[in-house]
């Protein structure tokens, strides 16, 4: 028999029983359709959350890494921890760790400080001083508005970010009455009393260097030990980017650290000078770092990295993991749709094959018929498989374009418990997304794997077709 006479004998077999072919066509179609929905809802969530992660003002590739708290941590009067024996500590070796990360591209130690600055007349309280090694912070991802990012053999360099530069007072003034005074002017809009990339200016650990009106160094208490300033430059300028950069100003973490080792110093010099004042206890410098950040190449890594790090006995924070969070709660959800829908395939599936297992017996007489007139076992068992292939490609194609009508209805209707979860406000997102999307490879798919299901249902009805004796077939009734 040609392939063209097998079609033939299908189409024409399955429009005889027009009510059962209906009903079967039917169940694959609703199958299908509950499978493509439940799908396109966990796709459209998937393409939101890219979207978000693309657009949002956080950098979605940064990881934030902390030392944790474990039972038996000591901590002492000089603000350094003792951890108990087998805790794994942030130190120069863990950071290396952390690089060799499968998907890392950089990490570096991460110390913030206080310090104080002075041009002229002016004086700046900088609280939020970070220290990072000079060679990663060109792969942060900062932009610049003029100079350059920190780079390995820069001494006494710093890089200011885009309104550092407006904290600055002149000497003398009372730091909460300028502050107040600008509270209700943008950012954007403070005046620049310094010119920090051309200004000569220097840099000191203790208040006391501001409280003069001379840039010479000013003796400490009891005239231990004057306060060191130091020459600084300002090599870059951050462009506006948000609240963790605008106002920081970075510098090397060793000369950082160098830095906060001379307040030890001192303060150690005073304790001795004036032991009745204060602790026993002297400060010391910290022995392993608090805080330390990790950049991944590509946001993609970032869960998988943050994964790892956590494992590794550290804290691991990055701003989409609320958003992660949101949307693998709604994905449980929706899994545990599409298994309902799963189980309405598996229905129809049944349903093909008691469709074609009825056909048998209806036309066992027409089976031997065609035995006697020489039809090969090949073209029985390709007649009923086709046929059953052909319900399912029908109710897969129906039910694809069910599924269409069901995704346009739920994008342009307001279904509450089908949208995608919010970004959260802090990250500057607003777009609102359709919560259904149907692609053209899942409606191939569809297709495809209803035709499959429509094949291996007919399975065993075609083998039991072409198993029938002929003659037994003939006199059958």
């Not at 710093?158 to 909460?176: I, K, L, N, R």
Request: net charge negative.
């Amino acid at each position: 028999m040609s392939t063209f006479d097998v079609v033939n004998m299908c189409l024409r077999n399955m429009f005889k029983r027009k009510l059962r072919t209906f009903l079967t066509i039917l169940g694959v179609m609703v199958g299908t359709a509950a499978i493509v929905l439940m799908i396109s809802l966990g796709l459209a969530t998937e393409e939101h959350h890219r979207r978000q992660m693309e657009d949002a003002e956080q950098d979605m590739t940064m990881i934030d890494v902390w030392m944790p708290w474990v039972e038996g941590t000591i901590w002492n009067p000089d603000g350094t921890r003792e951890f108990p024996e087998g805790t794994p500590v942030l130190n120069d070796d863990m950071i290396d760790a952390f690089e060799r990360i499968p998907g890392v591209q950089l990490a570096s130690p991460r110390v913030r400080g206080s310090l104080f600055f002075r041009s002229g007349q002016y004086h700046l309280e900088a609280w939020d001083v970070t220290g990072v090694r000079a060679s990663v912070m060109q792969y942060m991802g900062l932009e610049l508005t003029e100079g350059r990012t920190l780079m390995p053999g820069d001494e006494f360099a710093v890089v200011f970010g885009a309104y550092a530069e407006h904290g600055f007072m002149e000497s003398g003034t009372d730091w909460w009455d300028s502050r107040q005074s600008q509270w209700h002017i943008p950012p954007a809009e403070l005046p620049t009393l310094v010119d920090v990339m051309r200004a000569p200016m220097r840099v000191a650990f203790d208040r006391r260097f501001i409280q003069g009106t001379t840039d010479e160094p000013q003796p400490l208490a009891g005239g231990i030990r004057p306060i060191r300033s130091y020459d600084v430059e300002v090599v870059g300028l951050l462009a506006p980017r948000d609240w963790s950069t605008d106002r920081t100003i970075f510098m090397d973490v060793e000369l950082l650290l160098q830095l906060n080792m001379e307040r030890i110093r001192a303060e150690n010099e005073i304790q001795d000078e004036w032991q009745w004042l204060f602790t026993p206890i002297r400060s010391r410098p910290p022995e392993t770092f608090e805080n330390a950040m990790v950049r991944v190449t590509d946001m993609r890594y970032t869960a998988r990295v943050a994964k790892e790090i956590e494992e590794m006995g550290f804290q691991a924070n990055y701003p989409g993991m609320l958003l992660n969070m949101l949307v693998e709660g709604q994905r449980q959800q929706q899994q545990l749709l599409a298994a309902i829908g799963a189980i309405s395939l598996v229905i129809a599936a049944i349903g093909i094959a008691n469709t074609m297992i009825m056909a048998v017996y209806e036309r066992t007489r027409e089976i031997g018929i065609m035995k006697v007139i020489g039809a090969a076992i090949s073209d029985i068992r390709r007649l009923f498989l086709l046929e059953s292939a052909m319900i399912g490609f029908f109710g897969g194609l129906f039910g694809v374009g069910l599924s269409l009508l069901g995704s346009y209805i739920m994008n342009n209707f307001d279904v509450p418990f089908l949208q995608p979860p919010p970004m959260p406000e802090w990250m500057g997102v607003t777009e609102v997304m359709e919560p259904s999307l149907v692609t053209p490879w899942l409606c191939g798919a569809a297709l495809l794997f209803a035709g499959i299901i429509g094949l291996v249902s007919g399975y065993f009805p075609a083998r039991r077709a072409t198993k029938l004796s002929a003659l037994a077939a003939i006199r059958s009734e």
